[in-house]
């Protein structure tokens, strides 16, 4: 069963940071790029960051460079995003994604997605 199970989501301060975390099935995480999504209210999902099936290559949207960290474990099967300082512009549901390439996953071809955790940032 191919399965990306995303948590860590809540709610914090701005300035405070958060770490989220996607477990994933072995089908959906093994040899694939991994990448972090989000939605806020009323707006279209966009792209955050992905990071490469060796986790030596990183991208990230302008918005959170210098703040958020992606890296993935691949002997847990699991990719994480570290997000420090964070903003109330910050506040989404926060997607897992998987795709064969990194670049797929920047232009939002993804194969697999999670389900989805809040982060709610208050000022």
């Known amino acids: 069963q191919v399965q990306l199970v995303e948590s860590g989501g809540g709610l914090v301060q701005a300035g405070a940071s958060l770490r989220l975390s996607c477990a994933a099935s072995?089908?959906?995480?093994?040899?694939?790029?991994m990448g972090w999504f989000r939605q806020a209210p009323g707006k279209e999902r966009e792209f955050v960051a992905a990071v490469s099936w060796s986790g030596d290559n990183t991208n990230y949207a302008d918005s959170v460079k210098g703040r958020f960290t992606i890296s993935r474990d691949n002997a847990k099967y699991t990719a994480y995003i570290q997000m420090n300082i964070l903003k109330p512009e910050d506040t989404a549901v926060y997607y897992c994604?998987?795709?064969?390439?990194?670049?797929?996953?920047?232009?939002?071809?993804?194969?697999?997605w999670g389900q989805g955790t809040q982060v709610t940032v208050s000022s």
């Open positions: 072995a089908r959906a995480f093994s040899g694939n790029a």
């Open positions: 994604a998987a795709a064969s390439q990194r670049l797929r996953i920047i232009k939002g071809i993804v194969d697999y």
